[in-house]
């Protein structure tokens, strides 16, 4: 088979160029000044810099409120990636089995991933209002007196319902894409060895779509750490004071109202070797997904 290429070596560089200077002036630029500027305290207005060497990072390893917002994160982090995963696996499965109204349903349930973060927070912000929000209201029936943006407690409640919320859509496409790729004859024999839905589900299903969960899973933990901003953000108030935030928002607290450049830079640089570490996991599995073999 005859490979389709350019007849002119330079016309794909002259495609490429465009996009890697978007990339090296909005990634790697930025990037390298980030580092750069966690070795140095400097004036948040510019008016110079002094070199203290590692002095920013021993700062936030040495600091309570750093190691506070690190659990949380660890904690909000895994929340809204069990959560996400789950609800979308079994919304996945109830609509690869339903018959009428199978687009519909799918379509009700893919709105929601365009929705943008900040809208979502808004969203929440509505739900969650003291006076006359529907689930401020339903949380009083239980006794629960919620206060959104007040409690702490509250608040990150109200950041994962929501972040779970946002990312279950994106989920649910791929599982259901996984589940439908499943072979017939595969279907078939698992209905023949296993008359049990769960038992099927356990055996055959869940292992097949192994390679889809392991791709959402990274993908999840990315978005929870990063992507969740615009929703911490909003349902914060821009009020942080005691409120829980994650350690992707406690970089812009520090650096654009704290205006300590250095140690937010540090903070930075913290969060680019945990996307360098996810971007390795993903390279890793996709080099060992080509020897995995269901047979």
């Given at each position: 088979?005859?490979r389709a290429?350019?007849a002119?070596?330079w016309l794909p560089?002259?495609?490429l ?5 978007i990339?090296?002036?909005?990634f ?5 000044e980030a580092?750069?500027s966690?070795?140095?305290?400097q004036?948040?207005?510019g ?5 203290v ?6 700062d936030?390893f040495?600091?309570a ?6 659990w949380?994160t660890v904690?909000?982090?895994?929340l809204v ?13 109830k609509?690869?089995t339903?018959?009428r ?5 799918r379509?009700l349930l ?8 900040p809208?979502a927070?808004?969203?929440g ?5 003291q006076?006359w929000g529907?689930?401020t209201?339903?949380?009083g029936?239980?006794?629960?007196d919620f206060?959104?943006?007040?409690k702490?407690n509250?608040?990150a409640?109200a ?6 919320w ?17 072979p017939?004859?595969?279907r ?16 055959i299903t ?6 889809t969960?392991?791709f959402l899973l990274?993908t999840?933990?990315?978005y929870?750490l990063?992507d969740?901003f615009?929703?911490?953000d909003?349902?914060v108030?821009?009020e942080p ?6 350690l992707v ?5 520090d650096?654009?109202?704290?205006n300590?450049?250095?140690g937010?830079s540090?903070?930075?640089v913290?969060?680019m070797v945990l996307v ?12 060992v997904?080509?020897?995995i073999?269901?047979?």
């Amino acid at each position: 088979m005859k490979r389709a290429g350019f007849a002119n070596t330079w016309l794909p560089i002259l495609l490429l160029i465009p996009q890697l200077s978007i990339v090296a002036i909005f990634f790697y630029w930025p990037a390298l000044e980030a580092v750069q500027s966690s070795f140095f305290l400097q004036d948040p207005f510019g008016f110079g810099s002094t070199f203290v060497g590692f002095e920013n990072y021993a700062d936030l390893f040495g600091s309570a409120e750093y190691r506070k917002v690190a659990w949380f994160t660890v904690i909000f982090t895994l929340l809204v990636t069990f959560l996400s995963l789950a609800i979308a696996l079994l919304l996945a499965v109830k609509a690869d089995t339903i018959l009428r109204g199978a687009k519909t349903y799918r379509t009700l349930l893919m709105w929601v991933y365009a929705v943008a973060p900040p809208v979502a927070g808004f969203i929440g912000v509505i739900m969650f209002n003291q006076t006359w929000g529907p689930l401020t209201n339903l949380a009083g029936l239980v006794g629960w007196d919620f206060v959104l943006g007040v409690k702490f407690n509250d608040t990150a409640f109200a950041m994962v319902l929501v972040s779970v919320w946002k990312q279950v859509p994106v989920n649910f496409i791929f599982f259901l894409s996984g589940l439908q790729s499943f072979p017939k004859s595969v279907r078939e024999a698992a209905l023949i060895d296993n008359r049990s839905a769960s038992g099927r589900f356990w055996d055959i299903t869940f292992p097949l779509l192994a390679p889809t969960g392991f791709f959402l899973l990274i993908t999840n933990i990315t978005y929870a750490l990063f992507d969740t901003f615009g929703v911490v953000d909003t349902l914060v108030k821009g009020e942080p004071g005691n409120n829980p935030m994650t350690l992707v928002y406690k970089v812009y607290v520090d650096g654009f109202r704290g205006n300590d450049l250095g140690g937010s830079s540090a903070q930075s640089v913290i969060l680019m070797v945990l996307v360098l570490v996810l971007a390795l996991t993903v390279f890793q599995f996709r080099l060992v997904e080509r020897r995995i073999h269901y047979t």
